[in-house]
C-alpha cells in the first residue's frame, strides 16, 4: 500500500488488534501505510538519538534483529539514527515492524527515510501516524507520536539519548505502565546521559536483548551475543581480559592493574559485559 494511500484504523481495531494491553486513549486511531497485523505479537519500541554514533546503530540494529527473530515486532518513530536502525534490524530478520510519523503520509518526515518507509510496508510492516494524510510536519506533533509509540508498545528500550532527548519523552509516556530499559555507555559521553539518568531513576540496564524477553516475562530467553572483536581488540579491553585470566576481580583492582583512571575502566568493561565477554555480579569474571 502506498505512502499517499494509508487506511485510517480507529480506535477500537488497534484495540482489538493489541488485545489486553490496549491502545488506550492515545488517540482516536491511526492511519496506516502497509499491514498492522505484527502489531499483535509482543511489540519492543527502540528508540533514540537521531545523531547515533555507529556503536549505537549497530546496538540497535542487533537488538531489532534478534529481538525480531524471538518473535517480537519492533516499533520506531522512522526518524534518522537510532530509529532507522532497529528498523532495518528487523527487516534482516525478517520481522514486522511498524514506524510511526510525526506528520502525515503525504508530507513525510523525515523525507531521507521514505524509502526506508516503503520497504517497511512492502515487508508485510505497517507505516503508522495519527495525522491526517494532508498535514504537514511541525515539532509538538514528535511529542505526540512517542506518545503513539509508548501506547502501542509493550517495552521500550533506549540506545542512545543525549540529556534532552525525544527518547527520554517516548520512555516517560512508558514509564509506570510497561518495562523501561536503556542501554549504557561511556559514563562520560554525551550521547548516552539520558540513559545513565534513566538507570539512574530505576530504569532495567539493557546489556543484551535476552535482558529484553526477561522483562517481557517471556520463556526461551536468547542467548549472550558473540563477543564483538572490534571491542576485544581496544588495548583496554584487551589489558583488562588479561588481568581477569587468573580468576574473578573487582574494579578497584583492574583500576590499578590498568594504571588508568576509573571511568575509562568502567566503560570498558560495560562494552565487555554487553558484548558478553565478561560477568559481572558482585566480582568480574571472564566468560
Known sequence: ????????????????????????GAAKGLWCAGDPAGLSRPCVAIVGTRAATRYGKRVAWEFAAELGKAGCCILSGLALGIDAA???????????????????????FPERNRALAERIAAAGGAVLSPFEPAQPAFPHQFLQRNGIV????????????????????TASWAAGRIPVLAVPGDVDRRHVAGCHALIRD???????????????????PLPL???????????????????????????????????VGAPAVMAALTLLELNGAIQRDGVIVRR
Do not use: C
Not at 527487516?91 to 508530507?107: D, F
Not at 501506547?151 to 542512545?160: G, S, Y
Open 225 to 259: 551475543p558473540l563477543t564483538d572483536p572490534a571491542v576485544v581488540e581496544d588495548p583496554l579491553a584487551q589489558a583488562l581480559l588479561g588481568a581477569l585470566d587468573g580468576g574473578a576481580s573487582d574494579i578497584d583492582d583492574l583500576v590499578a592493574r590498568a594504571g
Open 1 to 24: 500500500m502506498p505512502m499517499d494511500r494509508p487506511v485510517f484504523l480507529p480506535r477500537d481495531a488497534l484495540e482489538a488488534l493489541r488485545g489486553e494491553r490496549g491502545f488506550g
Open 202 to 220: 530505576g530504569a532495567t540496564l539493557a546489556r543484551h536483548p535476552a535482558d529484553v524477553l526477561e522483562a517481557l516475562g517471556l520463556t526461551n
Open 86 to 108: 532497529a528498523h532495518e534490524g528487523a527487516l534482516e530478520a525478517g520481522a514486522p515492524t511498524a514506524g510511526v510519523l510525526g506528520s502525515g503520509h503525504g508530507h513525510f
Open 150 to 169: 509508548a501506547a502501542l508498545a509493550d517495552a521500550v528500550v533506549v540506545v542512545e539519548a543525549p540529556a534532552r532527548s525525544g527518547a527520554l519523552n
